[in-house]
């Protein structure tokens, strides 16, 4: 996970993993406001999912 400025900010999971569906939870509450960027690696793929975090 990485903020606005591209600094990792957290990493949710590191290795291999079974095929089927998986979730996670993102870890936000040592995180300020802001828009994130979360970067899967699949199959040789890495897609990339923004994510907005707002505290109140």
């Known amino acids: 996970m990485y903020?606005?400025?591209g600094?990792?900010?957290s990493e949710v999971y590191s290795?291999?993993?079974v095929?089927?569906?998986?979730?996670?939870?993102l870890p936000v509450s040592e995180l300020t406001s802001g828009t994130y960027t979360v970067?899967?690696?699949?199959g040789g793929q890495s897609p990339v999912v923004k994510s907005i975090v707002v505290k109140k």
């Open 19 to 25: 095929s089927g569906v998986t979730e996670y939870s």
């Open 7 to 9: 600094k990792e900010v």
């Open 3 to 5: 903020d606005a400025s």
């Open 15 to 17: 290795g291999a993993m």
């Open 39 to 42: 970067r899967i690696e699949v």
